[in-house]
Every structure is written in structure tokens, then in C-alpha cells.
């Protein structure tokens, strides 16, 4: 079941005023606050290491929005959800697309953004009877020109059958878009067959270090990353400066390392 949450929006942040042309996009799975397998809650830490990107746009996949029996366990849980916790003053816009609901709560993905979030919904592509993905769909408005840039925040299925479906419902999303509309698609693919690339290029995405070094980045696991299941991708953008965020202490925080990359239109 899909859900988009209404965007969030703090007041401790003075709008942007000057003209935008470039910024900083960063994407990492989460893994619900939590370091590989689970062993400790860390999501203060991870919330410090994001803001110490001073990223723009921020994707983040695998991301609580509510939970009954985490704040029990955990003295640190914070009293709001995950990515308005992440958001803290820094990114006074924000949206959410709950994938799962269980029981205990929910998680799915999640934006932050500098810029203003003017609509956003959340696409539905889970295979019945099978994990719950989505893709989470912005629309940000950057300052001075009002400038508009499509934001796709992606977490695809573990199995390949699956992903091939929920790559061709991403493509067709896009492919509603209008030609020369800005776009920039990013998260976890789960594609450690390197299969994604191919079947997006008749959309017009390029992903960004295939691009700069002939192959996604390794992202995965967080302590020695030997698989490419993390992507940002571009449309009618340029990209540079593409980085893979391996040292301490992101390779002890989730289970993925982020990757990060500048934007220029």
C-alpha cells in the first residue's frame, strides 16, 4: 500500500532568495536508523554525517515514518518520524511515500529538500505478494528563475523479475514527462547484475559514474563495498564531482554507503 504524506515544511530556515544554478544531491538507505544487522539504533549519528554533506537535495530509502514498540526499546528513538528527525533545520521541505505498513508502523522513502517541494505522489510498484516498493516523485522549484526539477527517490525489489517491471514503470513515469524537463532519479536499485542502465537509456537517463567512470559506484556492503545497487541518474542536467562516501563514519552507519554528486543546469 502506497501513501504519499503531505510535504513538510519548518520555520527555523530563511527561504532561499538568490537564482539557483547548480547544487548538491546526496542518496543513502537508511536501513530504518539502524547499522548493518541491526546491532545499534544511529540515527543521531546518521543525521550528523547527512548534514555534514551540506547537501541540497537529500534521498533517502528505508526510512521509519511511525513505529509502537521502537520508542519503548530505544531511549534515543526520536518523538517524530524518521526523515522530519533527518530534516532537523536544515531542509525546511520534505516528503514522504510510506511503502510498508505493518502492524508496528510504516517505512518507504523519503526527500529533504532546500528548495520547495510544489507536488509530489508516490508511485506504487510492489509485486503482489512481495516486499512493498515505491517511487517517490517530487517536484522542486529552485529560487530566482523558478526553475522546475523532477526527483525520483527509488528502492526496487530484491528479485530480478521485479525489478524489470518496476524499471519499465519508471520508465513510463518518465516518459510522461515533458522532454526537456530536469531530472534526476536516485536511491537503492538493488541491480548488482548492472541491468538498470540499459533499459532507462531509451528514457534519456545517464547515471552519473557510469558516466564519469564507466561503471556505477560500489555501494554495498558499507564495510567493504564490493556491489553497484545504489544509482543517481540525470536528465537535461549536467553532473560532476561524483563521490562515493566510504570512510569513517559512513562505513559504520546502515548497511549501504551514500553516494553524492553536483548538479548543474
Known amino acids: 500500500m502506497n501513501i504519499p504524506e503531505p510535504v513538510g515544511v519548518t520555520d527555523e530556515q530563511t527561504p532561499i532568495n538568490t537564482t539557483v544554478r547548480s547544487f548538491t544531491v546526496l542518496t543513502v538507505n537508511t536501513h530504518k536508523g539502524f547499522t548493518?544487522?541491526?546491532?545499534?539504533?544511529?540515527?543521531?549519528?546518521?543525521?550528523?554525517?547527512?548534514?555534514?554533506?551540506?547537501?541540497?537535495?537529500?534521498?533517502?530509502?528505508?526510512?521509519?515514518?511511525?513505529h509502537e514498540q521502537h520508542p519503548r526499546r530505544y531511549t534515543n528513538w526520536p518523538a517524530m518520524p524518521q526523515y522530519e528527525f533527518l530534516?532537523?533545520?536544515?531542509?525546511?521541505?520534505?516528503?514522504?511515500?510510506?511503502?510498508?505498513?505493518?502492524?508496528?508502523?510504516?517505512?518507504?522513502?523519503?526527500?529533504?529538500?532546500?528548495?520547495?517541494i510544489i507536488r509530489h505522489d508516490n508511485l506504487d510498484v510492489s509485486i503482489?505478494?512481495?516486499?512493498?516498493?515505491?517511487?517517490?516523485?517530487?517536484?522542486?522549484?529552485?529560487?530566482?528563475?523558478?526553475?522546475?526539477?523532477?526527483?525520483?527517490?527509488?528502492?526496487?525489489?530484491?528479485?530480478?523479475?521485479?525489478?524489470?517491471?518496476?524499471?519499465?514503470?519508471?520508465?513510463?513515469?518518465?516518459?510522461a514527462l515533458p522532454g526537456d524537463a530536469p531530472v534526476i532519479v536516485a536511491g537503492d536499485f538493488n541491480d548488482w547484475r548492472q541491468r538498470a542502465d540499459a533499459l532507462?537509456?531509451?528514457?534519456?537517463?545517464?547515471?552519473?559514474?557510469?558516466?564519469?567512470h564507466g561503471?556505477?559506484?560500489?555501494?554495498?556492503?558499507a564495510r567493504l563495498p564490493a556491489l553497484r545497487l545504489d544509482r543517481i541518474y540525470v536528465r537535461n542536467l549536467k553532473a560532476s564531482h561524483p563521490r562515493v562516501l566510504t570512510s569513517r563514519p559512513w562505513s559504520h552507519l546502515s548497511d549501504h554507503v551514500p553516494l553524492s554528486v553536483e548538479i548543474e543546469l
Open 36 to 66: 548493518a544487522l541491526n546491532r545499534r539504533f544511529i540515527l543521531p549519528e546518521l543525521r550528523e554525517a547527512v548534514r555534514s554533506v551540506s547537501a541540497d537535495v537529500v534521498f533517502l530509502q528505508e526510512v521509519h515514518g511511525t
Open 128 to 175: 503482489s505478494g512481495h516486499e512493498n516498493r515505491g517511487l517517490l516523485h517530487c517536484v522542486l522549484r529552485l529560487p530566482g528563475d523558478g526553475q522546475e526539477v523532477h526527483a525520483i527517490c527509488v528502492h526496487l525489489g530484491l528479485l530480478e523479475t521485479h525489478r524489470t517491471a518496476q524499471l519499465k514503470l519508471l520508465a513510463q513515469r518518465l516518459d
Open 87 to 116: 530534516a532537523d533545520s536544515l531542509w525546511p521541505q520534505f516528503a514522504y511515500g510510506r511503502n510498508a505498513v505493518y502492524p508496528a508502523g510504516d517505512h518507504g522513502n523519503a526527500l529533504l529538500s532546500k528548495f520547495q
Open 200 to 212: 532507462l537509456k531509451p528514457s534519456g537517463l545517464r547515471e552519473v559514474f557510469a558516466a564519469h
Open 215 to 221: 561503471k556505477p559506484a560500489r555501494s554495498f556492503p
